[in-house]
C-alpha cells in the first residue's frame, strides 16, 4: 500500500491485485480516532492483475501488471475509474517499481523469480523516461544500470543526497517452494551507487 500525496488516502492492492482499494483517513481535526473509511476501489486496469504500483509525484499511477507477460502502465483515476495514458512492455521479469524524478520511471530485473526461476533480461535497474509534455505517457527508450544485487531482490528505492542519487533501499524474498523450511527471511539492503 501507499499514501496518497496529500496525505489523505490509503491505497492498496485487493482482490488479488484486479483493483487497487482505497481508505479515507478519519480528518484529525474532527476526530481523534486514526481510523480509515473505506471507499470504493480503483477499477479499470487493462491487465489481469497488478504485481506492483505506485502514486507518481503528479497523481498518476504507475503499475507493473501481468506476471507472465510484464507490463508497465501509466493510469489517471476520476472517481473510482482507472484511465489508462501510457503503457510499454518490459518482456522481463519485474519486481520493484519507483518514481526517483519527474522524468522517469525505475524498475528491476532480479536474477531470480520465486521459485526459482531465472529472469529474462540482463539483471539490474531500468530507467523508463517520460515524455515531458505529456505526463504519465512513456518513451519506448529505456536506461540500464547494471548493479550487484541481491538474487531475490523485490522492491526498490532511491536514496538520494541533495538531488543527486546515492543508492537504492532494496528489500528481498527469500520463500522458495523448493526448501522444506520455505527458504530464508527477508532483508533489507541499501545499496550504494558507484561514483
Do not use: C, H, W
Not at 51 to 62: C, K, P, S, T, V
Not at 117 to 145: C, H, M, S, W
Amino acid at each position: 500500500g501507499q499514501v496518497d500525496n496529500l496525505e489523505q488516502r490509503l491505497l492498496y492492492l485487493k482482490n488479488g491485485g484486479s483493483e487497487i482499494g482505497v481508505a479515507r483517513f478519519a480528518d484529525p481535526l474532527t476526530t481523534n480516532k486514526n481510523t480509515l473509511t473505506p471507499e470504493p476501489s480503483l477499477t479499470g486496469i487493462q491487465g489481469e492483475k497488478i504485481d506492483y504500483f505506485i502514486i507518481m509525484r503528479n497523481g498518476n499511477l504507475a503499475t507493473i501488471e501481468d506476471f507472465n507477460n510484464p507490463t508497465l502502465r501509466v493510469y489517471s483515476n476520476e472517481g473510482d475509474q482507472l484511465n489508462l495514458i501510457g503503457e510499454q512492455s518490459l518482456a522481463f521479469l519485474t519486481y520493484g517499481l519507483s518514481q526517483p524524478s519527474d522524468n522517469e520511471l525505475m524498475v528491476v530485473v532480479p536474477t531470480q523469480g520465486t521459485y526459482p526461476l531465472n529472469t529474462k533480461g540482463e539483471p539490474g535497474v531500468y530507467r523508463v523516461p517520460l515524455i515531458n509534455d505529456a505526463p504519465g505517457t512513456l518513451q519506448r527508450d529505456t536506461d540500464f544500470d547494471k548493479i550487484e544485487l541481491p538474487a531475490d531482490i523485490r522492491g526498490l528505492g532511491p536514496v538520494f543526497d541533495d538531488e543527486s542519487l546515492a543508492g537504492y533501499v532494496t528489500t528481498t524474498y527469500g520463500f522458495t517452494r523448493e526448501r522444506k523450511d520455505m527458504g530464508n527471511p527477508s532483508k533489507l539492503f541499501y545499496i550504494p551507487v558507484e561514483k
